[in-house]
């Protein structure tokens, strides 16, 4: 399949979206975690739930655009105790089609890496509140890749998430090289499960009524989900980030590169990667 270009303005309406709690362990190094203590879930492993970062035509931070592939914004006069760290993601962009008013299907269309930038920041109320603050606060890569469908054997089936952060000249691992089918929720099962949140996710804690955010929205013809972060390597966990700092995030098909060769496309030993989506941003 040949994927027309998808550039980032063309994203501008496009209502997106993340999965909060889609990867083990990662909302517990965010310290993120409390903030779900009242939030039930089908099973253990189920994500927590969907939360949105950019509400096209909106009014307020959260319908500011959000999304750059250069750069990150830092926000300016941070609050006392609160801290900014990336995601390393995979986002994938859908058409929406819908029944009597509900989200009746998804069907992806392309995939790209993605960094779900985020404030830390104790005692917010919504999830949303962390996740904008601007423009160039979000991250994703210039190069989606096609998606024809969403299920066992898909075209993401052998991609990995890769992430590092260069400071003052050194690499280091920023998220662990993880495969995608190690998410909790993957596949139609995640499809489903976010069909069911688009459609009956109340607000309620850190989540809001998102079948009123796509009234809000007219019903938009596509929405883009990030999928859940992974976890951090034990750099990334406390590595908040400071102005200069660079990323480097990949979404590479492990079938046809290496994790060596991913480290040295950013030391330029190597210069291509095959089949790859690439995120380069620098903190400003």
């Not at 779900?36 to 959260?62: C, D, M, R, S, W």
């Not at 089609?97 to 985020?118: H, I, R």
């Not at 109320?125 to 989606?144: D, L, M, Q, R």
């Not at 060769?261 to 030391?267: A, G, L, N, R, S």
């Amino acid at each position: 399949m040949t994927l027309s270009p998808i550039s980032i303005t063309d994203l501008k309406n496009v209502l997106c979206l993340g999965v909060a709690g889609n990867f083990a362990g990662h909302l517990e190094q965010a310290g993120e975690s409390p903030d779900f203590v009242e939030v039930k879930t089908i099973e253990t492993k189920a994500p927590k739930g969907l939360f949105p970062y950019y509400i096209p035509n909106q009014p307020g931070v959260i319908g500011g655009f959000p999304l750059s592939s250069t750069e990150i914004h830092s926000p300016k006069n941070l609050e006392e105790k609160a801290r900014l760290q990336a995601e390393p993601e995979i986002c994938i962009l859908f058409d929406v089609t819908y029944q009597d008013g509900l989200v009746n299907d998804l069907e992806p269309k392309a995939f790209a890496v993605f960094n779900d930038c985020s404030i830390r920041k104790p005692g917010a109320k919504k999830i949303s509140e962390k996740k904008n603050w601007g423009p160039a606060t979000k991250g994703v890569s210039e190069k989606f890749m096609p998606l024809t469908g969403f299920e066992m054997g898909c075209e993401l089936d052998t991609y990995h998430i890769a992430s590092f952060l260069k400071r003052d000249g050194q690499i280091y691992a920023y998220g662990k090289d993880s495969s995608v089918l190690t998410y909790s929720y993957f596949h139609n099962q995640l499809k489903n499960w976010m069909i069911e949140q688009l459609n009956f996710q109340i607000d309620f804690g850190p989540l809001e009524n998102l079948h009123q955010i796509v009234e809000k929205c007219d019903y938009p013809a596509q929405i883009m989900v990030s999928l859940g972060a992974t976890a951090y390597t034990e750099f990334g966990e406390s590595a908040f980030l400071e102005v200069g700092d660079e990323l480097f995030f990949y979404a590479y098909d492990a079938s046809l590169n290496s994790a060596d060769e991913v480290y040295q496309h950013i030391t330029g030993e190597t210069k291509r990667l095959i089949n790859s989506s690439i995120l380069h941003q620098t903190i400003t």
